[in-house]
């Protein structure tokens, strides 16, 4: 592979001479048990600025307005106690005997802290942590590269980890019990197997479909294996709070409770909000209350309950063109021209938990609160029996 590929000197020349600086985020190494040599998880962020001072403060905004909003200490994170009391005990039992943490596992809804949790881990353990994902791990060549090149203590974390290929997951079971890699080298009479020995590491996987991974895979996990529950009103204000400190903000306690009570009990929706709010306010040269945290998210699509104008218009078919219900999902993606997948994955989860559908053997049926919500007088039923 040439240097210019690796992001050696030809690169950083080609880079000074057309005014372009360069930041190189996370950067693993090559494939050596591959017949084609790849590097996996380069990140490159560009930018035309040439002034010294400009080009810092344009990647910070950039680059790191999320990691500044993530906690790097167990006491910035909100939420989860039980999980952070249990995590707590493992760290420290796992330091007395000068041991690296066992292996975890956390899964829940997306947006709810898990990959923070892993950066917390890390922290907390004193170690570096590498970073990958289930799809970019595509053969046995690629998660042999990276297994062994990590360092004794390092903590592992691979997001989405339930879209391992089952042929990884089945190399993964001796990495993570016993600490050897079995490769086998050649094909037919000629192939035999070598087994390479790993440092000591902890694997964290973060999953949203933990029903998607192998009953021997999860078991593996001897740390635990943990849900992340969704937040309460109260909690979400508070983080609300530290990210509008974090970022300048001033507001009142009304414009916090008013994005909170559209964050969907989710801090990633919270912190999105947030940012879309400030920039209304920039914009408009106007002062962040609640009066413009209500006009931006109107402006958003976003109402009152968190509700965008996809999740609306679910509800509103519901009661108009199927009488409250119910209603098969097929043919409410049908009236919608939407994907079943989209419906059942993206939007129906939210409007369950608020209560505001049912899902029946029948079909989706829309709750007196959904049609509350419509300002729509719920119709009167009878029953059969």
């Not at 210019?4 to 190189?24: E, Y």
């Not at 009066?291 to 109402?303: M, Y």
Request: proline content about 5%; glycine content about 8%; hydrophobic content about 35%.
């Amino acid at each position: 592979m040439s240097k210019s590929a690796q992001g050696g000197p030809p690169f950083r020349d080609f880079c000074l001479q057309n005014k372009i600086t360069t930041r190189i985020i996370s950067y693993s190494t090559i494939s050596k048990f591959s017949n084609s040599y790849r590097v996996y998880h380069k990140t490159i962020f560009m930018s035309n600025h040439t002034n010294k001072g400009e080009e810092e403060t344009d990647r910070d905004d950039f680059e790191f307005l999320d990691l500044t909003l993530r906690p790097s200490k167990w006491g910035e994170y909100i939420g989860q106690e039980n999980i952070k009391r249990n995590l707590q005990i493992l760290l420290d039992a796992a330091k007395e005997r000068n041991h690296p943490p066992e292996h975890l596992l956390f899964y829940g809804p997306p947006g709810l802290g898990k990959t923070t949790l892993a950066h917390l881990i890390a922290k907390e353990s004193n170690t570096q942590m590498k970073t990958t994902s289930g799809p970019a791990i595509e053969r046995v060549g690629d998660l042999a590269s990276i297994l062994t090149n990590l360092s004794p203590g390092d903590i592992l974390f691979i997001d989405e980890i339930h879209r391992l290929n089952k042929n990884i997951e089945e190399v993964l079971y001796p990495a993570m019990e016993s600490r050897v890699l079995d490769i086998i080298i050649g094909k037919g009479p000629s192939a035999r197997t070598i087994q390479l020995e790993l440092p000591k590491f902890t694997l964290v996987g973060a999953t949203t479909r933990i029903s998607m991974l192998s009953s021997p895979l999860r078991s593996r996990f001897s740390g635990g294996v943990f849900r992340l529950e969704f937040y309460n009103n109260d909690e979400i204000i508070e983080i609300i709070k530290r990210s509008s400190k974090i970022l300048g903000i001033q507001m009142d306690d009304n414009a916090a409770k008013a994005i909170g009570e559209r964050s969907r009990f989710t801090p990633r929706t919270a912190n999105y909000l947030l940012k879309r709010v400030r920039d209304y306010a920039q914009v408009h040269k106007k002062d962040l209350n609640q009066k413009l945290v209500e006009e931006a998210l109107e402006l958003l699509g976003v109402d009152r309950m968190g509700l965008n104008s996809s999740d609306i218009s679910i509800i509103r078919t519901i009661a108009d063109k199927f009488a409250g219900g119910p209603v098969g999902l097929n043919t409410l993606a049908a009236s919608l021209a939407e994907e079943e997948s989209t419906i059942a994955e993206f939007n129906e989860p939210y409007l369950l938990q608020i209560g505001f559908i049912e899902r029946t053997p029948r079909g989706r049926i829309l709750t007196h609160v959904g049609y509350k919500h419509l300002g729509v007088e719920s119709p009167k039923k009878e029953r059969l029996f």
